[in-house]
């Protein structure tokens, strides 16, 4: 633990997956209370294929390029998935698991094929696909630190429509609110907290991190602002948690222990939340029968 | 074309074809990323069974593998059940987790031995005819295929014989236990299906190709016709289309042929999506289009119908005086007046448009509906 403060590589790597836990926390909250779970999953493989062609566009590996080459493919993704929803009788479900499936294959097709060219060099994509957090260095948690503190800005400026966005976008335009505008852009922000993340933990884990830490924060509270607050913390923890568990060398990848660490705080909610936990649930309807209704008529 | 190209194309066929099969079911069913699940969490399987084996060619591994993905399933109901977290959420905790600690157990323990993450999410279909089935030193043809051959017949085997049981499950669930089938048997036939497929063909073409070969062909279908058994052939057509176009796409770019395959999958979906005859977006906007003048004709002879014998028809009933009483523009109102003249609704005389029988009759009937 100590070595936090010594070690440079491991305080970089733990800042980068700290600061990606807060972000994708904050957002994550929105899409959980949205029932969108899984559109996390279908941006990060969606992503795949942007960061090939801004590789082969700019010929650089340096994050902020491929960031935005994942950006756009992802935003690109999430506006085919709500077209197709829109204008043919295939669900939502249908609709992700086609997007993801096919961007990701035609991202695959196009790195194959560049790679198949003799001028390739295609090193740093890789660590994409699977994540490296390992090789995070101080200019890639920069960028990390200044994308998501913008989405985290734009969160708290646009916390009332998000938050009308999130439980009654009806009454919203009522109001007068554009609230296809303002999902437009809540998106918008959610891809950004993916396409950040991609580099440490990889396309398969990151749509976990948009999904654990606002479901476990979901567990301990009724209240938006209390819940955001808690998932960033969460996410934080388990970005911070990952990163020193694989550190201690025993060929622990780090995108699968944030990913864990993140999953242990899902289970502990779950099970031992004040209002909402299992165990307290169970205790409390086995003594309710007994003890509301001694004459046996609650019936009544 | 080279024995090894038929041989991929042979394998790249049946894969298809055996995944489109139960993929019809998962639309219907709205259960299309549950493929996604299990094709992750099927790993976390494979390694298991490894370390129960011990070794890599082993058909346990199957085995292994297509338990995880039933628990894959068992795992997100349960925790859906508790109704903490939507149906949506549950997916999207387990499968990492499981995922999760497949690549961790790899990562520490089985580093040294053929069991790649790479290969089992991006597949190489190219190195599938390197792995024979041989009996007594005799070669029989490629291993992926002769697995994908028993699954497609399996699949095709389940379905044939339980196709009506599938059918009511899957659009009236209460039908079916009225009847006394239960569609949660139904329900966990159908996962173990997708769980063999999904294991089946991701040791040939890799996690997320099985995803688009049970997704997007079926999807592609769902736009083409409206019958349960057209919908099933014609995903199984689709595919067969797509794994060959797929081969031959990956060919001429020389790129991956699992990525080629989905594209094409893609690529197939996006015509349907545009070009199919009812549901495509094209009919959709000419048909939106033609209700809008549709409308307008029927305002047109409501108007002229309320006015029709009254004081002020003289004026208000006037061409002229259309963009003022309905408020049209220029161009649109001459539009209406025009298509409304050829259906014989209108005649105009001197920019007075005064209603025919037909007209009158439409007029009346746009009012009783």
Redesign the interface.
């Known amino acids: 633990m100590f070595e936090l403060f010594t070690d440079y590589t491991l305080r970089t790597v733990a800042l980068g997956a700290g600061i990606l836990g807060i972000v994708s926390g904050v957002l994550g909250s929105f899409t959980v209370l949205r029932h969108q779970s899984l559109l996390g999953d279908a941006i990060s493989h969606a992503a795949l294929p942007g960061i090939v062609l801004a590789f082969l566009l700019t010929g650089s590996n340096q994050p902020l390029p491929l960031i935005v080459g994942a950006g756009v493919a992802g935003w690109l993704g999430t506006l085919l998935v709500r077209t197709i929803v829109r204008n043919t009788r295939i669900k939502n479900d249908g609709a992700l698991g086609l997007v993801l499936s096919v961007f990701f294959g035609m991202g695959l097709m196009l790195l194959t094929y560049s790679q198949s060219r003799p001028d390739a060099s295609q090193a740093g994509l890789d660590k994409f696909l699977f994540g490296q957090a390992a090789a995070l260095l101080r200019n890639d948690v920069i960028t990390i630190a200044i994308l998501g503190g913008v989405a985290i800005v734009v969160v708290a400026l646009f916390w009332k429509e998000f938050k009308l966005l999130s439980f009654d976008p009806e009454f919203g335009s009522a109001l007068g609110f554009r609230m296809g505008t303002i999902d437009v852009l809540l998106t918008t922000l959610v891809v950004i907290a993916i396409v950040i993340g991609l580099q440490t933990v990889g396309v398969v884990l990151m749509s976990a991190m948009v999904v654990a830490p606002g479901a476990a924060a979901r567990q301990w509270t009724d209240r938006l602002g209390v819940m955001v607050c808690l998932s960033a913390l969460f996410g934080a923890l388990s970005g911070v948690t990952g990163a020193l568990l694989s550190s201690t060398g025993a060929r622990l990848p780090t995108g699968p222990m944030v990913v864990l660490s993140a999953s242990a705080i899902v289970l502990l909610s779950l099970l031992f939340a004040p209002n909402r936990g299992l165990v307290l649930d169970k205790l409390r309807s086995r003594r309710v029968p007994i003890s509301t209704d001694p004459q046996g008529q609650a019936g009544l | 074309m080279s024995e090894a190209q038929l041989e991929i194309q042979a394998i790249a066929l049946v894969t298809a074809v055996a995944c489109a099969l139960p993929g019809a079911f998962l639309?219907l069913r709205?259960?299309?990323?549950m493929?996604?699940a299990i094709s992750?969490s099927i790993l976390l399987g494979i390694v298991l069974a490894f370390f129960v084996v011990g070794s890599v060619g082993s058909p346990l591994l199957i085995v292994g593998a297509a338990l995880m993905g039933i628990v894959t399933v068992v795992l997100v109901e349960t925790?859906a059940n508790?109704k903490?977290?939507?149906k949506?959420?549950a997916?999207?905790?387990v499968f990492?987790?499981l995922?999760?600690?497949a690549?961790?157990l790899i990562?520490?323990f089985a580093?040294d031995v053929h069991l790649d993450?790479?290969a089992v999410?991006?597949g190489e279909l190219a190195f599938a005819p390197f792995q024979r089935f041989a009996i007594n030193g005799y070669d029989l043809g490629p291993r992926a295929l002769w697995v994908m051959g028993v699954i497609l017949v399996l699949n095709l085997a389940g379905l044939a014989l339980f196709y009506k049981e599938l059918k009511v499950a899957t659009f009236d669930a209460a039908l079916a236990a009225a009847l006394g089938f239960s569609p949660i048997l139904v329900h966990y036939g159908l996962m173990g299906a997708v769980s063999v497929t999904a294991v089946g063909a991701f040791d040939a073409v890799g996690s997320?190709?099985v995803?688009?070969l049970m997704?997007?062909p079926p999807?592609t279908a769902?736009?083409l016709t409206d019958r349960l058994s057209r919908m099933i052939a014609t995903s199984a057509l689709i595919g067969a289309i797509t794994a060959i176009g797929g081969f031959w796409?990956?060919h001429w770019?020389?790129?991956?042929i699992?990525?080629?395959?989905?594209?094409t999958?893609?690529f197939i979906?996006g015509l349907a999506?545009l070009f199919a005859r009812d549901?495509g977006?094209f009919a959709?906007l000419r048909r939106r289009k033609r209700q809008r003048w549709e409308f307008a004709q029927e305002m047109l002879v409501v108007h002229l119908l309320h006015h029709e014998h009254g004081p002020d028809a003289e004026q208000e009933n006037r061409v002229a005086h259309l963009q003022e009483g309905l408020r049209w523009e220029g161009d649109f109102t001459e539009e209406v007046v025009g298509r409304a003249r050829r259906r014989g609704l209108v005649y105009l005389a001197d920019g007075l448009l005064t209603l025919t029988d037909a007209g009158r009759d439409h007029a009346r009937r746009s009012f009783a509906a």
């Open positions: 639309i709205r259960m299309a990323l493929t996604d992750h925790l508790t903490r977290v939507g949506d959420a997916i999207g905790l990492p987790a995922f999760s600690i690549v961790i990562a520490r580093d993450v790479d999410l991006l997320v190709l995803v688009a997704i997007a999807a769902y736009l796409l990956a770019l020389d790129a991956s699992a990525g080629s395959m989905a594209t999958a893609g979906f999506f549901r977006l959709l």
